[in-house]
């Protein structure tokens, strides 16, 4: 929630999209009807010195990897037409990934969905079984394999907190990489470095639902996301809702999807902050006696000074805090509402102090 700059630990993987750009281009430039699998391994074969290197790279693949050649073929069973809308897609989704998180651009569901099963099939290949191989990175020429494990741990090494939930502890185990526009609907990102997320368990598990893809959506790289939600507390029951902290607009709508999204809702609402109530509570109480009772002191103002003061430094040492410890914007929040709804209770206790002081001197003033 406090934004992240992980992204570029995914850079390594930047090279990966060009395999979805050559397969593709030597699927619409491809001039020979293949029977089967098999031919399509006799044409890898060929040697030929006047290959571009976008064919040399495919043939390198094909010849290794028969699943590979089975999704040349498919491919290659496409028209000109149906091939030049995927390519496009391809072009545009690359290109305006952050645009479309953010919903200034919305024209990027012009695949019909037989073609998306198809591509779900080829592309999610590509991620489980391609991206992390050692020869895939040869034939790129990527240098040396950055496995899921070594991306883990180099980012849990640097991140502590779930950057989607901020509720949640993460450690190189227990989470994974994965897809934030997911694999089922957005299949030409399967291997898009720009799309691959780090997240605590509950947060990959929403995300892996799939059907639940609501654009625009903010996203821990592009936002910090603790400036467009809001906390709110209700004491009487102990429960806590979570709502954008803005009325209209695309802000609250990027928002409200990624509160949905993440169900973040389900997993807060019995999330009461106990312990920074009794720090609180008793650090206001402790000021209230020492301020109006050993001192004397009755001034509305002075009081309302020193509560305002002892709610600040609690938000001050909490954001020291922010990405290291857990719910975090959880907290700070709460730290608002005891400043909206608790000051008002002390001025009341205040006030009835001052009106019986106030009887007090009355009366010894009658006696004198």
Known sequence: MWGISHSRDFKVYSFANNYSKDLLKWAYDNKIRFQDIDEILDWAKKENTNDPPYILRIKKLAKKRRIVRSHMYTLHMYNKKKLMKVINAQRYLSKNYTKIIKGKNKNYGFIDEETIKDLRVIFKYAYNKLLYNENFWEVYDAGSPVSNETIRRRICSKIKI???CDKSDISSSEV???????????????????????????????????????????????????????????SECKTVNIQTAYKKGVYRSRAENFIEVMNLKERYIRL???????????????????????????????????????????????????G?????????????????????????????????RRELVASINEHL
């Open 272 to 322: 009461w902050p106990n312990s920074l109530e009794k720090t609180l509570t008793q650090s206001i109480n402790s000021a209230f006696h020492k301020h109006v009772l050993y001192k004397g002191d009755y001034n509305k103002s002075k009081w309302e000074r020193l509560f305002n003061q002892i709610i600040q430094e609690n938000k001050i040492d909490l954001m020291d805090e922010a």
């Open 176 to 234: 994974n990489v994965d897809h934030f526009l997911p694999q089922s609907k957005f299949p030409l990102l399967s291997i898009h470095w720009k799309n691959f997320v780090l997240a605590c368990k509950p947060c990959n598990d929403s995300l892996n639902k799939g059907e639940l893809c609501h654009l625009p959506v903010l996203h821990p790289f592009f936002d910090e996301i603790n400036k467009y939600i809001k906390f709110e507390f209700k």
């Open 162 to 164: 779930c950057p989607y």
């Open 324 to 356: 290291q410890e857990t719910q975090i914007k959880l907290r700070l929040d709460f730290c608002e509402h005891v400043r909206s709804n608790d000051n008002n209770l002390w001025l009341q206790h205040l006030e009835k102090l001052i009106h019986k």
